[in-house]
């Protein structure tokens, strides 16, 4: 049996930056990865660990693999001797960062509060760690608001640097915290780095970015492509619906948007181009449908997870209430998607080029059979982290079954048949465990770091002084609040990941929406959730929007511009939510299902206004006048409501009626120039 390369395990798109990397450093990341997995699993689904054990090793993990795969001298240069002595002084800091604790345990928590001198140089080592860790792996922005924080933390009258908090306005002035009560909070404790976040990231979004990165090993990718051109690739601008059932499905499952636009954009963009869409346009509808997939059950992201451990609510609710609003979502994407090719006039795709359902079907029917096991257990109350140990145990079962299948059906069963299957099956195991620590890397980081900044607002008293101010700027108007909420994520979003904008976003503005504004507590983590998703395809600032762009070969800006129209949904859904708590919280089924209808009829209009064109093209006199009723749909009175559908069903009736006097006059033209 021939030697493995480790760079032959290792994805298309990572591979250019591992090209720089040594041999050993190769060997080194597969079996930190390997590993990492392996625990994962292990804690998971045999012998679950307590809290500090399972965070600090999952850190220590993490830690080690951040800055074997990220050089100090960036991915497209080879690390110095220099930059080995720098990495490797890390390293010795990862492995202290996350075993420091597991070792000396018993004797951190025997004399809590009274740190020894190697308690707070391993809690600053591990701050340190922690903060460069963010810099090559996330991004300078997150590791920036991380160092403020801790300076916020140590100004003040009793704290570090007395002399910083002489220059805070009043509403933000405390009075500080020694070096060692900071370090005590942030590693020492449960509400610093080892807090909920990281929590929440060392065992339930690592389980599940693991069973993507299985299913994306196994094919998965691919099976929910060709689904949804053979569903809706002959109709209108087909590619385009595809692009938004596709990343729909495999964003539900690979945890990040920017990988979904990387993932699903390599095949629908240029097919896009090709029908017709512009270039910005096709980068655009990519990027709003894979943030879609953040948003889309059964898998949520990791913010998903969080708002069922911050409200103790049950995820399997969680994922039950966000149904309806995600097909609000992505059925305003696709609307957006039919409007654009309808006035384009553009065609479908012919039946020729596009794969047949059944044949799909019969090819990946397996990929299915993990998914329907995930939901089954989750609505059993199975722990999601258990779940996740089960849906992977699934997903190679039946990637065996499938090999066996085909070894069986392709002719006779030899023996080095027989080895070669076995052989690329283990090896599909291997890529899919390493392939998942690296997916992992960036969520888990993300999470320490807002284990930082929420461990200073916890020290600090930061949140109730950060909801006094919003209470005070929108003069108690729940409009402006929300306003002042979407530009604050806005803001979060130019620097912090999706993760990390949530986390810090809810602990500031979270107790003001719920006690202050009087809006129910999931309600307030979804609008808050919702609006951290913006970042992606918002500018000037807009990841999912830039990578859109680089595939598409468009202008970012552009692209980000187009994306942030069809993301509307987005913004409105959340609102919506507000105003009509019965969409998420229920009540009378009559009205439940009035408010559904409106709050489609609402988004249909408002997409409809926006293109200037439904079953036909619309005057603007028609598009000024649907702009009363939308608002009317969001209004908190039922009069309001009832007003603006009726208004809205009378415009739309007259712009369908329209639509269909031009195609009364055009049928005769047609049938004179048809051949005989």
Not at 348 to 355: K, Q, V
Request: with cysteine.
């Amino acid at each position: 049996m021939t030697q493995t390369d480790p760079q032959d395990v290792i994805p298309e798109s990572m591979r250019s930056a591992d090209r720089v990397q040594p041999r050993p450093v190769l060997w080194a990341i597969t079996l930190t990865g390997v590993a990492l997995s392996l625990f994962q699993l292990y804690t998971a689904g045999i012998e679950p660990l307590g809290l500090f054990y399972q965070r600090t090793a999952h850190l220590g993990f993490i830690l080690f693999l951040a800055f074997l795969l990220f050089p100090l001298t960036g991915q497209s240069r080879p690390r110095t001797w220099w930059a080995w002595v720098i990495d490797a002084g890390f390293l010795v800091a990862s492995f202290l960062s996350g075993f420091y604790i597991i070792w000396y345990l018993d004797d951190i928590i025997a004399r809590a509060g009274w740190w020894t001198t190697a308690d707070i140089v391993v809690g600053i080592v591990c701050i340190v760690a922690v903060l460069e860790a963010s810099r090559r792996a996330v991004g300078f922005g997150l590791t920036l608001i991380g160092i403020i924080a801790i300076l916020y933390a140590l100004a003040g009258s009793r704290g570090a640097l007395p002399w910083l908090g002489d220059m805070m306005p009043g509403i933000l002035a405390h009075r500080g915290a020694s070096v060692d009560r900071l370090v005590g909070q942030l590693y020492l404790g449960q509400e610093g780095i080892f807090g909920l976040p990281l929590g929440v990231a060392a065992t339930f979004v690592f389980m599940f970015v693991l069973f993507g990165a299985f299913l994306e090993k196994t094919g998965a990718g691919k099976f929910f492509i060709d689904l949804a051109f053979a569903a809706t690739g002959r109709k209108p601008g087909g590619p385009a619906k595809a692009a938004v059932i596709a990343s729909a499905g495999m964003g539900s499952i690979s945890g990040s948007a920017i990988a979904n636009v990387v993932t699903t954009g390599a095949f629908t963009i240029p097919l896009m181009k090709k029908l017709g869409y512009r270039p910005a346009q096709a980068g655009g509808v990519e990027a709003a449908a894979s943030t879609g997939g953040q948003i889309t059950p059964p898998l949520m992201g990791a913010g998903a997870f969080l708002i069922s451990e911050y409200t103790r609510i049950p995820y399997i609710d969680i994922v039950l209430v966000s149904i309806f609003p995600a097909i609000l979502y992505l059925g305003t994407v696709y609307l957006f998607v039919h409007i654009v090719a309808m006035k384009q006039g553009m065609r479908g795709l012919d039946a020729a080029e596009l794969p047949v359902v059944k044949q799909v079907l019969a090819a990946g029917w397996q990929f299915i059979v993990p998914l329907i096991l995930l939901v089954v257990l989750l609505v059993n109350n199975i722990s999601p982290m258990r779940v996740g140990f089960w849906a992977i145990i699934s997903v190679i079962a039946m990637a065996g079954l499938r090999g066996a299948w085909a070894l069986y059906a392709d002719g006779p069963m030899t023996g080095a048949r027989i080895r070669e299957s076995v052989m690329r099956g283990i090896r599909m195991i291997f890529e899919s465990l390493e392939l998942g620590a690296r997916n992992a890397v960036a969520v888990s980081i993300a999470c320490a770091v807002a284990g930082i900044i929420v461990g200073v607002v916890g020290l600090t008293g930061l949140g109730l002084k950060f909801s006094s101010m919003m209470v005070s700027l929108s003069g108690g108007n729940i409009v402006i609040a929300l306003a002042l909420v979407l530009v604050a994520s806005l803001i979060l979003g130019l620097g912090l990941p999706v993760t990390a904008s949530y986390i810090v976003l809810i602990v500031l503005v979270g107790p003001a929406l719920n006690t202050e504004f009087g809006i129910p507590l999931l309600i307030a983590h979804l609008v808050v959730f919702w609006y951290s998703q913006d970042s992606n395809v918002t500018p000037p600032v807009a990841l999912a929007g830039f990578a859109g762009a680089a595939i598409a070969g468009a202008k970012p800006m552009e692209t980000s511009v187009q994306a942030w129209k069809f993301a509307k949904g987005l913004y409105l859904i959340p609102a919506f939510m507000v105003f009509n708590p019965e969409l998420i919280m229920g009540g009378p089924v009559p009205y439940v299902i009035w408010t559904g209808f409106s709050a489609a009829l609402g988004l249909i209009a408002f997409a409809a206004t926006i293109e200037g064109y439904l079953f036909a093209p619309m005057k603007a006199w028609m598009r000024l006048a649907l702009v009363p009723p939308i608002i009317g749909l969001f209004w908190p009175s039922f009069a309001a409501e009832l007003a603006g559908a009726a208004a809205i069903l009378v415009l739309l009736g007259l712009n369908w009626m329209a639509g269909r006097q031009d195609r009364t006059v055009l049928a005769p033209e047609t049938a004179r120039t048809r051949p005989d």
